[in-house]
């Protein structure tokens, strides 16, 4: 089951890829304004493809089917939303310990809050990737900042969940099979 960061070894290059460019602004290699929206766009799309594993893992843990077509859209808030409610299924199912439950909830309000920052700024995963919209609209004025090591900062939170819960979540299946393998009748 969980690969925890690996995320089927496809969002560890989207992390190593924002550190690496993360790095190259701290250190001054690399131009601010050059290189902030690609790294904004790698961080809301390792963000968005967190989720959608996380989600993908619970629906492995509960025998649910994923349902590709929906969780395959860009909204952000929606996936947040999903994976509250498929890890309240598994928090159900396997009857997790409190403890568990409140450090989840802990890290989905961190989470939370990076990831209503990248929705502000880019709430359909194209205003990063794209200097206009699609009716013409600059969807960045040359005047705007953003503050970088905030929003790094509020994505490495988000990680943390994203990348760790299917791997809690793996222990708790374990132990499962371990009482069922050696203590069932």
Same mark, same amino acid.
């Given at each position: 089951?969980?690969?925890?960061?690996?995320?089927?070894?496809?969002?560890?290059? !989207?992390?190593?890829?924002?550190?690496?460019?993360?790095?190259?602004?701290?250190?001054?290699?690399?131009?601010?304004?050059?290189?902030?929206?690609? %790294?904004?766009?790698?961080?809301?799309?390792?963000?968005?493809?967190?989720?959608?594993?996380?989600?993908?893992?619970?629906?492995?843990?509960?025998?649910?089917?994923?349902?590709?077509?929906?969780?395959?859209?860009?909204?952000?808030?929606?996936?947040?939303?999903?994976?509250?409610?498929?890890?309240?299924?598994?928090?159900?199912?396997?009857?997790?310990?409190?403890?568990?439950?409140?450090?989840?909830?802990?890290?989905?309000?961190?989470?939370?809050?990076?990831?209503?920052?990248?929705?502000?700024?880019?709430?359909?995963?194209?205003?990063?990737? !794209?200097?206009?919209?699609?009716?013409?609209?600059?969807?960045?004025?040359?005047?705007?900042?953003?503050?970088?090591?905030?929003?790094?900062?509020?994505?490495?939170?988000?990680?943390? %969940?994203?990348?760790?819960?299917?791997?809690?979540?793996?222990? !708790?299946?374990?132990?499962?099979?371990?009482?069922?393998?050696?203590?069932?009748?």
């Amino acid at each position: 089951m969980g690969n925890g960061s690996q995320l089927l070894g496809v969002d560890s290059s !989207y992390e190593q890829a924002v550190k690496t460019l993360f790095d190259s602004i701290d250190r001054g290699r690399q131009p601010i304004d050059l290189i902030a929206p690609p %790294l904004l766009f790698l961080m809301r799309h390792s963000m968005e493809l967190g989720y959608k594993y996380a989600i993908w893992e619970i629906h492995q843990i509960t025998g649910e089917k994923y349902d590709a077509e929906a969780y395959g859209k860009h909204d952000l808030a929606m996936l947040h939303a999903a994976l509250r409610e498929q890890h309240q299924k598994v928090v159900v199912k396997m009857n997790l310990p409190d403890s568990e439950v409140e450090n989840f909830e802990h890290h989905c309000v961190n989470t939370e809050a990076g990831m209503k920052k990248f929705m502000a700024m880019d709430s359909g995963s194209f205003s990063f990737r !794209y200097p206009i919209d699609k009716k013409g609209n600059i969807n960045f004025r040359p005047d705007e900042t953003v503050d970088l090591v905030a929003m790094k900062l509020l994505y490495d939170d988000a990680m943390i %969940l994203l990348c760790a819960t299917a791997d809690v979540l793996d222990q !708790y299946v374990e132990i499962e099979s371990y009482w069922a393998r050696d203590f069932s009748p």
